[in-house]
């Protein structure tokens, strides 16, 4: 094709993805059935895991629960076990009632399987995946959400402690997408759903291994998607979620300036979870919460760093770890102190 006319068809197909993109938000799509589908969820044992794996069991997925803790991936699990006892229940009511037009699944295809598994050691990864598809079958849906932060300043943080954030944080993803990814590739068909960090796309002080490892997962997934564009795998879809503050106790402590807070509180993890959700079975490429991020994501790129530094400053981000630093610090303290006695 002439550059001249591809150029223009080019600039054709990109205001139709504004057009497309704008529709997204006046009319909201259809979201697709994740029924009977492999959900596997990492850090599942708490937190947002535990709350995706509440969501996907209501939408009838069968879940595979990872986490390095193996009895509160366990609670996890009893509370997903729970809600298949529910959608049991419901559906043998709407069988009485003799309301069978829908396709109703049967109980025993409502299962979750729970996994110990540190995903920061690749070859534990490796051999649990391994257990996962000998067990299970293959995954459908990926949601690679386990994470940890050191709570220390750079100076202050151990090698090793720098050294796992990173394997948590980012590397795992690596080992995970590369044990389920080559089945989704033969038949076309999957969902990797990164969560990440609104701190994967701008920084604070006082977090640099935590800001590092979001960074290097954000550009993960955005090559991630960008190949599999490549190889035209389209039935194969892509979700990054990006959060800011979500009020999990991860980040407890964490404040920035008092007469900004009430306008911008941490998030619920319930609400953050929902928002979430509606992306992953819109096929949303990329979910920020709340949409406020895109804005400061958007001025972070385009202004220059002085102006930046004195935004972060009014709004009080600037030194808006540094108190839940503080607590970490003294929490360490205090068990070095019991420690000792």
Known sequence: MNIVVEFFVVTFKVLWAFVLAAARWLVRPKEKSVAGQV???????????????????????????WDINTQSNEETAGMVRHIYRDLEAADAAALRAGNGEEEILPHCNLQVFTYTCDVGKRENVYLTAEKVRKEVGEVSVLVNNAGVVSGHHLLECPDELIERTMMVNCHAHFWTTKAFLPTMLEINHGHIVTVASSLGLFSTAGVEDYCASKFGVVGFHESLSHELKAAEKDGIKTTLVCPYLVDTGMFRGCRIRKEIEPFLPPLKPDYCVKQAMKAILTDQPMICTPRLMYIVTFMKSILPFEAVVCMYRFLGADKCMYPFIAQRKQATNNNEAKNGI
């Open 39 to 65: 959900c596997l969820i990492t850090g599942a044992g708490s937190g947002l895991g535990r709350l995706f794996a509440l969501e996907f069991a209501r939408r009838r997925a069968l879940l595979v629960l």
